[in-house]
């Protein structure tokens, strides 16, 4: 394992803290949300602000060690960390502006959607954010980032105005629509390609702070008319409509009767993006498909509904997720999911295979608007395999790769890059397509040339 000895240019410039091996922090400092990612770095460099950034980059540069740029800790392909080389961790950036006049928020690039939404929620405001709180908005902003509001307010890299951005050549730029637009283009969907993103500036929009929507619990043996009564619903639903379909275990919880606790299910989440009223109208048909045995919607703060799932995606689990797009949920495809090794969900109780409705302002938005490549897809869907024993990685992984194939028919093979543990030139290529594709490479050769920011879902220079 490489490590920086003490006293280096990095020491006597760096205000932050630099974590080595051997020091307290060293293995609680390198953990990522995915268990299977067990990397090394020489040093971790914990930033205050964008001169540790800059300090830390040129070192990194100088001393020709490889880049990790490190947000919320969230990607499953565990490009947080690295073996032997540096992490730029900006989890200590933690500062959050709002604006209620203008409905802007600046954030550092250390924070969380947990920690947005508190700020703007203050305001009665929201954009677009994750549907886990512990999520980080760097990550899956530049991913492209979706949501419950997205049907209606778009994506979260939709809703990005300006960016500041440290690129590789130790610049700070500000990205926005009037300076370097062609990088805020590619900041939106290119992923971590083309700097380190040390604040991003949203649009928020009113929501809340009381929303409507909740969970709805289903046996297995209700899922395929549900889901096709849900699918048959959307087609129509208005844009407020947001939510997601998901086989998944039923937690032993109070609220879960006692003959589904440990069984797969199937549950819907619905949510409205509009007034209590409204959405209770919008929903009540959801909510009277195949009599849930559970219905836990109604009127729920937003920050609440930010954090519902949280404790299905313990930190710490072994992860392999795979995603893709369909252009309609067939009664075929849905089928497949009751069969094997769909209807296998048992064989650990953290995994989740969700479906989520796209449409509304996320196909409205011009396809060459931003980087992301699958905004006109009508569903999502994601297979998060998750699990404890590490040797059970072979069987989970072979699963979820079975149930992705059993899927891939009615796939338009376009993954969403945030969501897949998978890495890959034809991955990248497949889910920007040709054109975008063609000008994230141009951007690449502009503000990266040298590749620094390669630990990510990488798009390479191409300088002929
Ligand atoms: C439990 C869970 C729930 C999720 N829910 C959703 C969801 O609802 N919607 C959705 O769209 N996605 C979701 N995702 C996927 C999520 O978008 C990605 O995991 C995303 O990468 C997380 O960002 P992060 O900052 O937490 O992750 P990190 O692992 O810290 O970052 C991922 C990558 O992004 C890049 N990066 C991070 N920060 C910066 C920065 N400041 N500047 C430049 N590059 C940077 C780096 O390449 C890094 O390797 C979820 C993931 C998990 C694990």
């Not at 928020?105 to 924070?111: E, F, I, L, T």
């Not at 949510?271 to 009223?277: I, L, N």
């Not at 069987?395 to 897949?420: F, K, S």
Request: glycine share 12%.
């Amino acid at each position: 394992m490489a490590t920086i000895e003490p006293s280096t240019e990095l020491d006597k410039s760096f205000a932050g803290q630099l974590i080595r091996p051997g020091d307290d922090a060293y293995d609680t400092s390198r953990a990522v949300f995915n268990g299977m990612i067990d990397r090394k770095p020489a040093i971790i460099a914990r930033c205050t602000g964008v001169a540790d950034v800059r300090v830390a980059l040129t070192f990194a540069r100088a001393q020709g060690l490889a880049v990790a740029v490190r947000g919320g800790g969230h990607g499953v392909a565990g490009n947080a960390v690295c073996d032997d080389g540096l992490v730029i961790d900006l989890t200590a950036m933690k500062g959050i502006r709002v604006d209620p006049d203008r409905r802007i928020a600046q954030a550092q690039g250390g924070v969380t959607w947990g920690e947005l939404d508190r700020e703007t929620q203050a305001f009665g405001l929201a954009v677009t954010g994750g549907r886990v709180s512990t999520t980080g908005i760097a990550g899956l902003t530049l991913g492209g980032g979706s949501g419950w509001l997205e049907r209606k307010l778009g994506l979260a890299c939709d809703n990005l105005l300006s960016a500041d951005v440290v690129t590789a050549d130790g610049q700070f730029l500000v990205a926005s629509a009037t300076e370097h637009p062609d990088l805020l283009w590619g900041l939106r969907g290119g992923g971590g390609n083309f700097g380190i993103v040390t604040a991003f500036t949203y649009e928020l929009h009113p929501v809340g702070p009381v929303v409507y929507g909740g969970i709805l619990l289903h046996s297995m043996d209700r899922a395929e008319e549900v889901l096709r009564s849900y699918r048959d619903f959307m087609a129509t639903a208005p844009d407020e409509v947001g939510g997601a379909a998901v086989f998944f275990t039923a937690p032993p919880e109070p609220f879960v009767p006692t003959h589904l606790q440990g069984q797969p299910a199937f549950g819907m989440i619905v949510t409205y993006a509009g007034s209590v009223e409204d959405g209770e109208m919008a929903l009540r048909p959801v909510r009277e498909f195949g009599a849930p045995e559970v219905d836990l919607v109604g009127p729920i703060p937003y920050v609440a509904l930010q954090r519902m799932l949280d404790s299905g995606f313990p930190p710490g689990c072994r992860n392999y997720w795979k995603s893709d797009n369909l252009d309609e949920l067939s009664d075929a495809a849905i089928a497949v999911l009751l069969e094997p090794p769909g209807s296998s969900l048992s064989l650990s109780p953290y995994t989740q295979i969700v479906f989520v409705p796209f449409g509304g302002a996320v196909a409205r938005m011009d396809a060459q608007a931003t980087a992301v490549g699958w905004r006109d897809a009508v569903w999502y869907f994601e297979v998060a395999s998750a699990w404890t024993d590490p040797a059970d990685d072979e069987r989970q992984i072979a699963w979820t790769r079975a149930l992705v194939d059993a899927l891939g028919p009615w796939a338009r093979g376009v993954p969403y890059l945030n969501t897949i543990s998978d890495q890959g030139l034809d991955r990248v290529q497949a889910s920007y397509g040709p054109e975008r594709y063609a000008r994230l490479v141009t951007l690449k050769n502009i503000y990266d040339p040298d590749n620094v920011f390669r630990l990510n879902q990488n798009i390479p220079p191409d300088l002929g």
